[in-house]
Antibody, heavy 122, light 113 residues
Framework: QVQLQESGPGLVKPSETLSLSCTVS?????????WAWIRQPPGKGLDWIGS???????YYNPSLKSRVTISVDTSKNQFSLKLSSLIAADTAVYYC???????????????WGQGTLVTVSS | DIVMTQSPDSLAVSLGERATINCKSS????????????LAWYQQKPGQPPKLLIY???TRESGVPDRFSGSGSGADFTLTISRLQAEDVAVYFC?????????FGQGTKVEIK
């Protein structure tokens, strides 16, 4: 059974860049899927940030595209998120996720990390 | 972007009674070539990630109790919990995967009356 685990700093200053990693166990990232980052501001809904495919191709939410980079490191079986020019509104729980195996062109997610709270504050 | 709007924002239901949550998309999420609605439902309990309940609008994920059911087509969908149990207290989200960016509803909080 696949497991995902986010890691990274819990506190970041405004204007800085957030770097998070998602370590995958129980499945080789290079075997398939487009792996996603999703965030949830405290007490609010879910926002898809973007995805990176096992091939390395990426696609992002246009609302964040100018500030986001998602990459994959198959040697570590990890994928990563970088979000630049942070503001207070970027404070959220950040989840990594994998889509269901039968998802077609669009993903729905059956495997999630536990999430990591990132607070943007000076 | 496809906007997903859920109603109500919260509801309180007695144990054993029915809970009904609605989800409306700003455009149809029915893909005509395969007649599938690209709509999923999730359950999220405090401090936990979302758990997939339903996909293709009405297909229950493996292991999900049959008291959870999804219905609807096009742009109007419903999640029904037929007999509410204490462990069903949670926030429920719908998500469209018809068109990128994939978007979620704002959530509906279900509590015990």
């Amino acid at each position: 059974q696949v497991q995902l685990q986010e890691s990274g700093p819990g506190l970041v200053k405004p204007s800085e860049t957030l770097s998070l990693s998602c370590t995958v166990s129980g499945y080789s990232i290079s075997s398939g899927y487009c792996w996603a980052w999703i965030r949830q501001p405290p007490g609010k809904g879910l926002d898809w940030i973007g995805s990176v495919c096992h091939t390395g191709s990426t696609y992002y939410n246009p609302s964040l595209k100018s500030r986001v980079t998602i990459s994959v490191d198959t040697s570590k079986n990890q994928f990563s998120l970088k979000l630049s020019s942070l503001i207070a509104a970027d404070t959220a729980v950040y989840y990594c996720a994998r889509p269901h195996e039968i998802a077609l062109a669009g993903p729905f997610f059956d495997s999630w990390g536990q999430g990591t709270l990132v607070t943007v504050s000076s | 972007d496809i906007v997903m709007t859920q109603s109500p924002d919260s509801l309180a239901v007695s144990l054993g009674e029915r809970a009904t949550i609605n989800c409306k998309s700003s455009q149809s999420v029915l893909y005509s070539s395969n007649n599938k609605n690209y709509l999923a439902w999730y359950q999220q309990k405090p401090g936990q990630p979302p758990k997939l309940l339903i996909y293709w609008a009405s297909t229950r994920e493996s292991g999900v109790p049959d008291r959870f059911s999804g219905s609807g087509s096009g742009a109007d969908f419903t999640l029904t919990i037929s007999r509410l149990q204490a462990e069903d207290v949670a926030v429920y989200f719908c998500q469209q995967y018809y068109d990128s960016p994939w978007t979620f509803g704002q959530g509906t909080k279900v509590e015990i009356k």
